[in-house]
């Protein structure tokens, strides 16, 4: 299981970053996801550093829609990372927050009107072309604006990876150029002829919580022996970006992506295909995403009851649920916690289900998991849930969606203030004809 590498126990009682996470929740109320600043940036520098050291020629873009705000866009720049977007609200946000367009690229299958001209204006490093009409809408905002713009097609190689179907993003998923049905040749048939396009790089995105090393391998030679059909297009060399989607272990039973133990594979493989091919050498790019943010969060909630039921044992609701993470729901995903509070570990073990607060019976943060007895009051912390947590979290049932905190070196500092309800009512507005006008009362 990976946990942050800074969290402790002393005297009982654990730290993350140096900050005792009871004190935290004192400070800043539960729910709370906490992000441990050195495991972030430990993550980021693990993929950064192994790369340049087995393929010098290389980019790390994170995939920002894992966990994305301006802090963490700050952390990635000073790191030397690049960042994946997907929309125009993506890229609003990294801009905002000082990051470097040129080290910007942008995915999705739906690209707005707006997210192009977006893109082209700040001036991206590629746009990353999803389908046929955003060619033809892209060729003609670039007329329009007389602009060069370089892009990326994303193409789908005829693999599919082993993971949850909702994380697959092969032959049979919404995404991209499908290899297999002759789309992608197509594609780059219409981009060479293009006069306002310029392509920079094939990308290939196989889906998440990967394992399997082969399968990249695989598509590389996919990717590249498309490439090679359209040698004259690369003059200025070109981009192979395999994507993201290394695995992380939530809990025992799931493994994590070797990836510094795959580097040595794959850029071999690149450089003899690339060799054999007669194609310049490509820069070698991914995207990981879950991968640098899921093992620097933990989510601390207050635990409200206990309540056995029949035949399926004892439940006990925390005060978030499917609002704050709705990995469990959405595609089962399974998570581990500990028991925070010092005095509750002297309990006798049982097997409880962690449920949500929210009104749905699939709302079960962890279903049969073995802790201390627990109940009303005490404190659990759920590990790894620093990617694709607070990015889909919701105000459903009304919930105010929580805080998020930074740690490090001991200090906590606010990277997303948690939500009022004033703020849940913000962008409500009662029509005027359903609103009451108290002087209609005064003059009965
Ligand atoms: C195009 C693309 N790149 C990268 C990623 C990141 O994947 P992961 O977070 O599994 O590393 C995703 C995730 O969906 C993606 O769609």
């Known amino acids: ?55 010098p020629q290389s980019n790390v873009y994170y995939a920002s829609k894992a966990f994305l705000n301006m802090g963490i866009c700050r952390i990635m720049e000073e790191e030397g990372m690049g960042l994946d977007v997907v929309s125009g609200g993506e890229l609003y946000t990294a801009l905002s927050a000082g990051f470097p367009a040129d080290r910007i690229i942008m995915h999705g299958n739906n690209k707005s009107r707006r997210d192009i001209i977006q893109a082209i204006r700040s001036g991206i490093r590629a746009i990353v072309v999803d389908n046929d009409d ?11 604006m007389g602009s060069i713009i370089p892009v990326m097609l994303r193409v789908v190689p005829a693999l599919e990876a082993v993971t949850h179907p909702h994380l697959q993003t092969g032959m049979g998923s919404k995404f991209g150029f499908k290899m297999h049905q002759g789309q992608a040749r197509k594609a780059m048939r219409k981009l060479s002829r293009s006069e306002v ?63 510094d133990s795959f580097l040595p594979e794959i850029s071999q493989k690149v450089i003899s295909l690339s060799r054999e091919l007669n194609l310049p050498l490509p820069t070698l790019e991914f995207e990981p995403g879950r991968s640098i943010m899921a093992t620097a969060g933990v989510t601390l909630y207050t635990l409200g009851a206990r ?12 005060d978030g649920g499917m609002s704050d993470n709705i990995r469990p729901a959405l595609y089962e995903a399974k998570y581990n916690a500990f028991v925070v509070n010092k005095e509750a570990e002297k309990r006798a073990l049982e097997t409880v289900t962690i449920a949500g607060r929210l009104c749905e019976s699939g709302d079960n943060l962890i279903n049969e998991i073995e802790l201390p007895r627990i109940k009303a009051g005490d404190l659990l912390a759920v590990t790894c849930t620093g990617a694709y947590t607070y990015p889909m979290a919701s105000n459903y049932n009304g919930l105010p969606r929580p805080a998020v ?10 990277l997303i203030k948690g939500e ?10 009662i029509p005027a004809h359903l609103q009451k006008d108290e002087d209609q009362y005064l003059a009965l």
């Open 197 to 259: 396009m310029k392509p920079v790089g094939l990308h290939c995105h196989l889906g998440s919580q990967i394992t399997d090393a082969d399968i990249y391998l695989e598509a590389a030679e996919e990717v590249l022996l498309l490439a090679a059909e359209f040698k004259q297009l690369w003059d200025e060399g070109f981009a192979l970006n395999l994507g993201g989607g290394f695995a992380v272990a939530h809990n025992e039973e799931e493994e994590s992506f070797g990836f």
């Open 307 to 318: 309540k056995e039921v029949d035949g399926l044992g004892t439940f006990v609701p925390v």
């Open 405 to 414: 905190v930074l740690v490090g070196n001991g200090q906590a500092s606010t």
């Open 134 to 144: 955003e060619l033809d809408r892209i060729e003609k905002i670039g007329k329009a």
């Open 420 to 429: 009022s309800y004033e703020d849940i009512l913000q962008r409500n507005e």
């Open 1 to 55: 299981m990976d946990l942050p590498g800074t969290l402790e126990k002393r005297d009982g009682e654990y730290y993350l970053g140096g900050c005792k996470l009871e004190e935290l929740t004192r400070e800043y109320g539960t729910p709370l996801l906490v992000m441990d600043e050195e495991t972030i940036r430990r993550n980021a520098r693990y993929y950064l550093d192994n790369l340049k050291q087995y393929y």
